[in-house]
């Protein structure tokens, strides 16, 4: 796979801010209304896994604010809310949508993986589907180490290997069927006759033109979050506890399989079987865990 740079990922989300084009309302507060009504219904686990009324007074940190939904729900229950972010984008769109709603929040454009916050700052921090698509995931680990105040917190959601998602749809049935998507008409019929995404499949048609061949790892990384997605990677239970291996009480579990991949397959399966399959190999991979209270700090763990 070709080094990727932090500016590569930058860039990226920096032009196609999370979850922006799923409304097209033009009054900004219905705009963001429809969004997280949709974020909710479709991803109906964030909220139980957020927990966002246990933080009242706390001082809670998101890395990877991206359009601000998540990051709302804690500062409305009353925590005291710092989003961080990579892209000016997405701090621009939290910014607006908390002045809109009249909620009061913090956000600092900069790098997880150097975080510009003082050791010790948070008591808490969130991080949904941010941290994997990162060219130096351990990084921002050691650094959520270090902003932790000891006995803090965390809840962050990695993308799950051991799910249907990976092993299925990204590596076995999209591999397959490729070359389908070859000729020019092709991702505008599988999009109306299978009510597929056909901005994704356009975008694979000009991928499978222009980048016949691809490593596992490039594969992986266009079938995630679209197909021009520079970078992203999948954990397993081992790898996430290897990953926060200085924490502790961590745990992991899984959420979350969306039917709507599956076409018409997806729409006769009642939600009992939906909920069912994402409990048990979902694509949301969550980690759980806390901050030690008497441990030495990252610069002590590197030595």
Partial sequence: MPHISISDVQAFWNANPCNSRYSNQTDRKAYFDELEQRRYRVEWHIPIVAQFDRFKDKDVLEIGCGMGCDG?????????????????AAIEISRERFSLYGVSGHFKNGNAEEMPFEDNSFDHIYSFGVIHVSPDTPAIVKQMYRVLRPGGTFTVMVYNKTSINYYIEIMFLRKLFRWLLYPAFMPRLLSKVFGLDYYALKGHHELLRTHPKMSNAEWLSRNTDGPYCPYAKVYDEKGVLELFKDFEDVRTDVWYFEPSHWSFIGKMMPMRLVKFLGRHWGWHRMVYGRKPLNRPQTSDLQS
């Fill in 72 to 88: 709302l729900q804690f500062a409305r229950h009353g925590a005291r809310y710092t989003g961080l972010d990579l892209t000016l």
